[in-house]
């Protein structure tokens, strides 16, 4: 395993939730000053030199994206950190804060210079109790030691951060759901445009952004923007924080550069596949596509080589899959998740995904039929962008290239059912069937 | 929930005409609004469920997609939502087979969790669901019984049926005016966003998430509010069902009038529902300037007291107006040519005779929906007319003066029988009235005429908008007569005809004499120089 430069995760277990580790180890210092020093322009245009690409799952480029945020518009700038961390899968952002909540913050007055924001929010998900007393902890030192609150180290720039403790829905990582629910509605996602950017929490400029994008500032503004680029691929640069979960020996969480091949990332880093030869890896969170053994062998973890094989890279969650597990069987389970959290707002999603689950449910009890499969692909293509956000397409992505990667599985589902082949009876309408 | 201030534009007479291109063929839409009503302006209908173009748009039922070329290639937008730009290209079902499945996906996917029982269902005939269903669904259901059915609903209403399905709850008492069938609701979340942003009173609220998603009141409340019946028209589907005429008459077997609502001085516009010579229901009628979709309950209500009570006809020749002075009082539901044919009869009493109009009912506020809060319908029209709106208390006052008291459609002593009170010192009374009320019971002559529903007129109302009635064929008697008639016919030159009364009404106001009765439109015309 190469050493890796740890952008993120340098601090893990050296006690960083200190505010005076955290300064013996480099933090408030020179990054702070030399951000003061810049331009709110300059800034944005050193962010984008660095090649930073947004860590929550989309993997748009933060210097764009704040660079959307308009200027003049006479209304204050939020910035949201979206520590709503619930696709599956996924524990990075849980981890960060909990160890280097310091970290969050500096990052967080880097972003706010560079957006002008007077007051910004950290949305945790309201299960992550020790990441809120840790960032609690963390921020009450912070304004002791002046690094928050009026008139940050001696500058005339103030901030003010609040936690806020979202309620646990998955839906509310989705930017305008979360501000929905940051505003105290409904966490469902809002119609766009207008985009967040434009009008977001209080109908103000809003910029959402996920706990790893912003705590891969400081170490940026320490280092030169051209230095964490090279560490990346041409076309996204840095280093990404790794989930690896599932049949590993070593599952945890692990920084590695982008363009790092999948399979060193499971054999080096996590040592290895346990339990069996390997199946299908998810390469970004329960809502990718996944890929099989021969495919796993060739990719590399980036945005663009996992995009070219129908996948995602989203928030590089990878979940490692043996072949004692029958793929059947996991997909209920996204079936029955995803049914669970569609936010009840567009038909497609809301009854498209209780109907899979309905329909998987049927398979895994033995009551499968042949032309299931098939119909459960043709559903999916009735979620395809038709729906305001992608929970839709979270659950139908998933059932597609499952059926058609793993279909044996499938088939040896279905033919637990000695009726499976018996044609279909059509049920004419008859009064009283239903009521 | 998303975007609840986002009112849609809705395209007017004035809206400047831009080019877009559909399926290829360039048409001229107008410029300023969604692309749902410039393709409605075009004559293109696209299916929709949630939107309404008097509510915040919502998006959620995905069901008026379009195709629009972007600079990703063709992309499936909701046209509620995406607005009309120059050279925009758009394609149809008409030309896309994208767009054309995945409408019937949605189609499809909005009656996984929805009764087939279209049949029992009060809704049958006018749902927006059963519509599109008809025209863009599919007929086959593709799902196994095995699959089954997760009915939407509050969990504490659910049971079980004989068949071991779970049902959610059939008729929920939500309110003191309407039930709720939590089956049959599709979470469009229209009577939420009308509750929170017409009628301005949050009562209504979708609860749960995903397929169980239900529509609910706050725990322990009810929804009861002037206006909430309303959310039993824009309901598309059968979930919200009026108590007072569910399962009462099938809508398709109902004929429709459209006529003004004279309740009130804003002069709602409204469908008469009737069948058999009897109303069965009051509808709210689209007109963007007056009551836009909307009818207050008590307008609405108000038909269940038309058909009761009411005056016979008699011979005119009753009526017998004596030597002495004669005070004519109009009551606020006479319309135009009422006023018209008492002007005549003023004239041809000459000197003796004196027109009085108004009511002793207190005069509210408007709310600002579809009430205006002044009782008195025609009030604009009296002052077009020239006949005083508010001198009962000048009659009241030289009530000695007169021999003879004529009120049309007035019903003084119901209103208020202490200020009335002196009026009995008149010996001569005539009520025309239609219904038999306190003033024409004390009448020594009570003359019943046609009720404001049957009769053909025009009303001007408080936005100095004129709008033409319309008779609902629900009169009692054949031979009852409206007020107009018999007053014309007392001034000697019988009218019979609301086109000729109106003719004569331009003889008095030389604002309507621009009009001609027949050339009014449905949604009214506005009247130069009346000041609102």
Redesign the interface.
């Known amino acids: 395993m190469a050493e890796c430069v740890k952008v993120c995760t340098g601090n893990f277990g050296k006690g960083a939730q200190d505010i005076e580790v955290y300064k013996k180890l480099g933090g408030y210092g020179d990054a702070l000053k030399r951000v003061f020093e810049m331009s709110q322009f300059e800034l944005i245009d050193y962010v984008q030199r660095s090649n930073l690409r947004g860590r929550g799952g989309a993997g748009f480029p933060t210097g764009m994206k704040w660079s959307f945020v308009p200027r003049n518009s006479g209304k204050p700038v939020y910035i949201v950190v979206n520590a709503d961390e619930g696709e599956g899968g996924t524990f990075k952002d849980h981890f960060l804060m909990m160890e280097d909540p310091h970290r969050l913050i500096e990052g967080l007055i880097i972003a706010a210079w560079a957006l002008g924001t007077r007051t910004a929010y950290i949305y945790c998900r309201g299960e992550f109790l020790p990441c809120i007393e840790s960032l609690n902890k963390a921020l009450n030192q912070a304004y002791a030691a002046g690094y928050l609150g009026e008139n940050i180290m001696g500058t005339k720039f103030s901030l003010d951060i609040f936690v806020h403790r979202g309620a646990g ?1 998955y ?1 509310c990582g989705e930017e ?1 759901a979360l501000i ?1 629910s940051l505003e105290g ?2 966490g ?4 766009k445009p207008p985009f967040p950017a434009v009008s977001g929490a209080w ?1 103000s400029p809003t910029c959402v952004n996920n706990v790893e994008t912003i705590m891969a500032l400081p170490w940026i503004l320490q280092h030169e923007p051209e230095e964490y680029a090279k560490m990346g691929t041409p076309r996204a640069g840095g280093t990404k924080v790794f989930c690896i979960s599932g049949d590993v020996k070593n599952p945890g969480v692990y920084e590695a550069p982008l363009g790092t091949p999948m399979m060193t990332m499971i054999n080096e880093y996590a040592g290895g596949v346990v339990g069996g030869k390997l199946k299908a890896v998810l390469p970004g969170g329960s809502s990718c596509a996944p890929l099989n053994a021969e495919e796993a062998a060739v990719a590399t973890m980036d945005y663009e080589c996992l995009a070219s094989m129908k996948t995602m890279f989203g928030s590089g969650a990878m979940i490692v899959i043996n072949d004692t597990h029958n793929m059947v069987d996991l997909l209920n389970v996204l079936g029955n998740f995803y ?10 999603c ?6 899979l689950h ?2 998987l449910n ?1 398979i895994v009890d033995g ?1 499968g ?1 042949d032309g299931d499969v098939e ?1 459960m692909q ?2 999916c ?2 979620f ?5 956000c992608p929970l839709s397409i979270s659950l139908g992505g998933p059932v597609s290239s499952y059926t058609a990667k793993f279909r044996k599985d499938f088939d040896e589902y279905i033919a637990k059912n000695p009726d499976h082949a018996k044609p ?1 009876v ?2 004419t ?1 008859r ?1 009283g ?3 | ?3 609840y ?2 009112m849609p534009k809705l395209p007017t007479e004035n809206s400047p005409k831009v080019e877009i291109f559909v399926d290829d063929r360039p048409v001229m839409v107008p410029g300023d609004t969604n692309l749902l009503e410039a393709l409605k302006a075009v004559g293109i209908e696209t299916p929709h ?1 949630c939107y309404h173009p008097y509510l915040p ?7 008026c ?1 379009v195709e629009q070329e972007g600079p990703r290639g063709r ?2 937008v909701i046209s509620c ?1 995406t607005p009309v730009v120059p050279g925009m290209k758009i394609y149809t079902p008409a030309s896309s087979e994208r767009v054309k ?2 409408r019937k ?2 189609q ?3 009656l ?2 929805h ?3 279209c ?2 269902c009060d809704k049958a005939g006018e749902c927006t669901l059963q519509e599109n269903f008809m025209e863009a669904g599919q007929n ?11 009915y939407h609903g509050n969990p504490d209403h659910q049971f079980v ?1 004989s ?1 071991g ?1 779970v049902r959610g709850g059939k008729h929920v008492d939500i309110g003191p005016r309407i039930l709720l069938d939590e089956e049959r609701c ?2 469009c979340d229209r009577c939420v966003r009308f509750m929170r942003s017409v009628a301005g009173d949050e009562q209504l609220q ?1 609860a ?6 239900y529509i609910s009141t706050f725990p322990g409340e009810k929804l009861d509010h002037e206006y909430d019946l309303c959310v039993t028209d824009i309901c598309p589907t059968g979930a919200m069902t009026a108590k007072y005429f569910r399962f009462q008459k099938r809508v398709w077997l109902l004929s429709h009038t459209p006529t003004v609502s004279m309740d009130d001085s804003l002069g709602a516009n409204i469908w008469l529902d009737h069948a058999d010579g009897k109303i069965w229901r009051m509808m709210p009628r689209c007109n963007p300037q007056v009551n836009r979709s909307w009818l207050s309950n008590t307008s609405r209500m108000a038909f269940q007291t038309f058909s009761e009570n009411r005056l016979p006809a008699i011979d005119a020749s009753a009526i017998k107006i004596g030597e002495g002075k004669v005070a004519i009082v109009l009551g606020g539901t006479c319309t135009i040519e009422d006023l018209a044919a008492a002007r005549m009869l003023k004239d041809s009493l000459g000197g003796r005779a004196e027109l009085f109009g108004g009511t002793f009912r207190a005069v509210g506020k408007a709310d600002g929906i579809a009430k205006s809060g002044d009782p008195m319908a025609n009030r604009k029209g009296f002052k077009v007319m020239g006949v005083g709106d508010n001198n009962l208390q000048d009659l009241v006052k030289r009530v000695s003066e007169f021999e003879t008291l004529i009120t049309v459609n007035a019903d003084l002593f119901g209103e208020d029988a202490a200020a009335a009170s002196p009026l009995e010192k008149i010996k001569n009374r005539i009520a025309l009235s239609a219904f038999d009320d306190a003033t024409a019971k004390k009448a020594t002559v009570a003359f019943g005429i046609r009720h404001w529903s049957e009769v053909q007129g025009t009303m001007v109302n408080s936005l100095g908008i004129l709008q033409k009635l319309n008779a609902a064929p629900t009169a009692p008697e054949a031979e009852l007569r409206p007020a107009y008639e018999v007053l014309s016919q007392l001034s000697g030159t019988a009218i019979t005809c609301a086109s000729k009364a109106f003719k004569k009404a331009g003889e008095y106001a030389s604002v309507l004499a621009e009009y001609s009765y027949d050339n009014i439109k449905s949604t009214g015309a506005l009247l130069n120089g009346v000041e609102v």
Not at chain 2, 57 to 63: F, T
Not at chain 2, 208 to 213: E, F, I, K, S
Request: glycine fraction near 10%; aromatic fraction near 6%; include cysteine.
């Open positions: 829905a839906i305008t929905n509605q409904k469902q996602p809002r119609l109908k049914s669970h959290e569609s936010c009840g707002q567009c038909t497609p809301r009854e498209g995904t209780g109907l309905r329909i049927l009551k039929h119909l043709s559903l293509g009735g395809g962008g038709v729906t305001i279909r059509q049920e309408y009064p069937i239903f009521w | 929930m998303s975007n201030y986002n469920i748009v919502s998006g959620n039922c995905r069901q997609l992309m499936l939502y499945n995945a996906a949605t499809e996917f909005m996984v969790n009764p087939l029982d049949p029992i086959e259901s593709r799902l196994r019984p095995e699959v089954g059915k997760n049926d068949k399905q599709v979470q979708l749960g998430r995903a397929d169980h998603t």
